[in-house]
């Protein structure tokens, strides 16, 4: 059984070994020893200071292996972006120029910088140990992060937002970044993509700031914009699957969708049913499996596991679900159905 757990101090050489795993493009997850030890370290910070209001805390999460104890997974939160280290984004528009005397009116799409300084919560640092992929892993490693979110919705802003990754080659080459970014950072892709967890000033330094017409873009990188990443597709479906949607706007490096949901509209937010732990079983439980999590903050567990409805919100669960819970019988946890539109559970 696999399980999400809030990472620890411990976990800093599983992350380097994932990060060395998911190669080039996925920002957030970095292999550099000290970009990801302050990244653990902002959210230790962010699970003991368990703000009021969202404040740009860092929520970071693992996903372990209960028998190996392996950590296969990492997905993560911020509660908001902006403040003193702006989100940037490419808003995708559609401008018209007309000639009366020519009688011609077109319309063209063009690329405009945004620059967030009071943004909404993000979700990212998405990535699963490709040895552990199938099954209920990916959804329990993304859809799990949506439970604890939704027993600390005062954690976070009334949105959510999404940086999908974007197409890049088998050589770790952008398209996009090599159509744009490239001519004003004077720098490759990987080299930016490093930097930009580290300090974002570069790009308010040099960003251009006037609209970029994408007609005058090489075909391969008007291609491209928009698209996610081939291993990104499932990632996109499963958030689109639970309400996200497009926003127009696209990463600013290699040309990716951005995509949100208001987080009490989320399928896992929103379908969620807090429930007491009735009984604890030791035999298996013949019913379909549910994500299943704790209500507590900094102890936050959450697993994929089957349970019975024995009244109206008492259920029965198993001697090894209760375990990984960290849970006994009388506490409360919260359950969604795994996927869309399957049952809430076995009378």
Not at 22 to 32: K, M, R, W, Y
Not at 268 to 288: F, G, L, M, Q, W
Request: with cysteine; net charge positive.
């Amino acid at each position: 059984m696999f399980f999400l757990r809030p990472v620890e101090l411990r976990d800093l050489k599983a992350l380097l070994r994932l990060s060395a795993s998911a190669g080039v493009g996925l920002t957030s997850l970095p292999h550099d020893e000290a970009v990801l030890k302050n990244r653990i370290a902002d959210s230790l910070r962010g699970f003991a200071r368990m703000a009021e209001k969202p404040g740009g805390e860092t929520y970071l999460f693992v996903l372990e292996d209960a028998l190996t104890h392996r950590v296969v997974g990492t997905s993560g939160i911020v509660s908001k972006v902006g403040g003193f280290d702006p989100f940037y984004a490419y808003r995708s528009e559609t401008v018209t120029h007309a000639s009366s005397m020519l009688g011609v009116s077109k319309e063209i799409r063009v690329l405009k910088l945004l620059e967030e300084h009071n943004g909404p919560s993000e979700i990212g640092t998405l990535y699963l140990d490709p040895r552990s992929r199938g099954g209920a892993a990916g959804r329990l490693l993304s859809l799990g992060r949506f439970l604890f979110m939704a027993d600390h919705l005062r954690f976070f802003d009334p949105t959510v937002l999404a940086e999908m990754r974007g197409r890049i080659d088998a050589r770790g080459q952008s398209p996009f970044w090599n159509a744009i970014g490239r001519h004003f950072f004077g720098i490759d892709f990987e080299r930016a993509d490093r930097l930009v967890m580290k300090d974002k000033r570069f790009i308010a330094e040099l960003m251009p700031r006037h609209p970029l017409y994408i007609p005058l873009l090489p075909r391969s990188a008007q291609a491209v914009i928009g698209q996610v990443h081939p291993h990104t597709v499932p990632a996109l479906r499963m958030l689109q699957g639970e309400g996200f949607a497009p926003t127009g706007m696209v990463d600013i490096f290699e040309g990716g969708p951005i995509v949100s949901c208001a987080v009490v509209q989320i399928r896992a937010v929103r379908e969620s049913r807090i429930r007491i732990v009735h009984e604890i079983t030791p035999r298996s439980i013949d019913a379909e499996a549910h994500l299943l999590s704790n209500t507590r903050a900094k102890g936050f567990r959450a697993c994929a596991a089957p349970f019975r409805l024995v009244s109206e919100k008492g259920i029965q669960i198993d001697r090894i679900s209760a375990r990984t819970l960290q849970v006994e019988e009388g506490d409360s946890v919260r359950s969604v159905a795994l996927r869309p539109n399957a049952d809430t559970g076995k009378e």
